[in-house]
């Protein structure tokens, strides 16, 4: 645009010019051009300088109007466009769920009561859609406290929902997800709705005597009918195509749906979405995993609630985080003997932590809070837990029977920074925004354990403005590892699963 003004000045100049040349005789030598003020010559010899200038100083003034619309826009345009939807199509799974919730009723009578030895059990009789008590979206009920979004800093619902639930979260959104298809053949990926966690409750007792079907072991049955099933769907795709849902933590699916046999012959089908990766027993078997958020308490009605929040909020709700400096809430001492155990372990780790933070707190130092409950459970309830999080600026984070944790996600969500003590735990999980441990501070674990680093003293000594760095992350992931009430949001923890399977679609 500038070039062709300068041309046009350029051919006007040109044609005064020749305008002069034709005055007459008496005239032409005692013309003169009109006079022009200082300003109007300033002007003219830095018009291009002076039209930059403005342009960009009207630039600047919208951009601070509209601030927080940038921002969002920002947001949203680092989303992955893609041509289409992947699609997915579910599996009839029913005869499975029917036998593993049978098997998880004996075995631990958490969904069904275990029959008496001389009743005969009607499994066609069985109502899976009873078998969860979380109700259709898998988020369970909602609970007495936050129901209505009320404080400006934190727009979320509360629902009273399990941490293990993410099973029953994918079975209702893919029910409801815009590429659901009918035709297992023409889908590009196959979804088991199985119900997950009634495996995993039938996994300890699978081979006890008397619970038998045909003369067989009923686990040993599920094991074949699952084989069965994930053979008519084998080598469908060049990418692991078949979605296994699993609702508890990896180990608790090793000696079934995830079992070494199984694992090896299909190990370029399944595509598992969990909660946790690590193999119980490594090696790693299966190349395709997507790790997925925990499900928390927390629920927004849609991400752009989060998404929009204004600059001024935000600050308001960083300066809440800072009442307290250290949070520590869970168990020190595991629920048994056995939970306590594995490669995965981490309550050495979490007595250390309570024996720190117990000294400080003789010593008399400030803003350390501890909620530390027994095996038998929490008394104080889950609300004083959340309460101190939405005050508090570190959450540590310790591995317990397993190294992931649900309380990391729900640290983010109330903007207390999560201390992890194992640096690859949550590598695999990323929002838009990148890789969620952006969020998180790093204390090598080995180093509390042994007394060579003291938790208080290392966060005390951490500066503002990497405080500040950790909550402006927070801010960015938090949209993105929630899963939200409504089933259409295209920015939740659901989505980001959905372009995980898009982009191994298209790999």
Avoid at 90 to 117: I, Y
Avoid at 192 to 200: G, H, Q
Avoid at 247 to 272: A, M, T
Wanted: glycine share 6%.
């Amino acid at each position: 645009m500038y070039s062709q003004h300068t041309a046009r000045v350029r051919s006007i100049s040109t044609r005064d010019a020749d305008d002069r040349t034709r005055l007459p005789p008496l005239l032409h030598d005692s013309y003169q051009p009109p006079s022009r003020s200082p300003l109007d010559t300033i002007y003219r010899k830095h018009r291009r300088k002076l039209l930059l200038l403005g342009g960009g100083l009207c630039l600047c003034a919208m951009a601070y109007r509209h601030h927080d619309s940038f921002i969002d826009t920002l947001h949203l345009t680092t989303q992955t466009p893609q041509q289409r939807p992947v699609t997915i199509a579910f599996a009839d799974v029913d005869h499975l769920n029917k036998l593993a919730a049978l098997c998880a009723g004996v075995c631990s009578s958490r969904t069904l009561d275990a029959p008496s030895d001389d009743e005969a059990v009607d499994l066609d009789a069985l109502d899976t859609e009873l078998l969860s008590q979380w109700g259709s979206d898998g988020l369970g009920p909602f609970s007495n406290a936050y129901t209505d979004g009320s404080d400006p800093f934190v727009p979320f619902q509360r629902r009273d929902t399990d941490q293990f639930a993410l099973g029953r979260i994918l079975t209702h959104r893919f029910s409801r997800y815009v590429g659901l298809v009918n035709d297992t053949d023409q889908a590009d990926f196959v979804f088991l709705p199985l119900l997950t966690r009634e495996f995993a409750h039938c996994r300890p007792c699978e081979d006890r005597q008397g619970i038998a079907w045909d003369g067989k072991s009923i686990g040993h049955e599920i094991t074949d009918r699952y084989v069965e099933l994930l053979q008519t769907f084998k080598s469908r795709r060049a990418y692991p195509s078949i979605i296994v849902p699993l609702s508890l933590i990896r180990r608790d699916y090793e000696g079934n749906l995830l079992k070494k046999s199984v694992s090896k012959v299909f190990d370029k089908d399944l595509l598992p979405i969990g909660i946790e990766r690590e193999p119980w027993y490594p090696p790693e078997i299966i190349p395709h995993f997507i790790m997925a958020p925990y499900p928390s308490f927390w629920h927004l009605r849609h991400s752009a609630e989060l998404i929009k929040q204004s600059s001024s909020e935000r600050r308001k709700r960083h300066k809440r985080n800072d009442a307290i400096l250290i949070s520590f809430n869970g168990k020190i001492v595991p629920n048994s003997p056995n939970s306590g155990k594995g490669p995965y372990n981490g309550f050495a780790l979490r007595q250390a932590l309570n024996d720190q933070l117990e000294a400080a707190r003789i010593a008399g130092v400030e803003g350390v809070s501890m909620l530390v409950s027994t095996p038998s459970g929490f008394s104080s309830g889950f609300d004083s837990i959340f309460e101190e999080m939405q005050h508090s600026t570190f959450c540590l984070e310790p591995p317990g029977d397993s190294s992931t944790r649900k309380g990391f996600y729900d640290a983010i969500l109330m903007g207390c920074i999560p201390v992890i003590f194992r640096p690859h735990t949550y590598i695999e999980v990323s929002t838009p925004q990148g890789p969620v441990t952006e969020t998180s501070l790093y204390v090598p674990e080995d180093q509390v354990v042994d007394g060579s680093l003291d938790i208080v003293s290392h966060l005390r000594a951490i500066p503002a403005r990497v405080i500040s760095e950790k909550r402006d992350a927070m801010d960015r992931h938090r949209p993105h590892v929630q899963y939200s009430l409504d089933a259409t949001d295209s920015q939740d923890a659901f989505a980001q699963i959905v372009t995980h399977m898009s982009k191994i679609a298209m790999s």
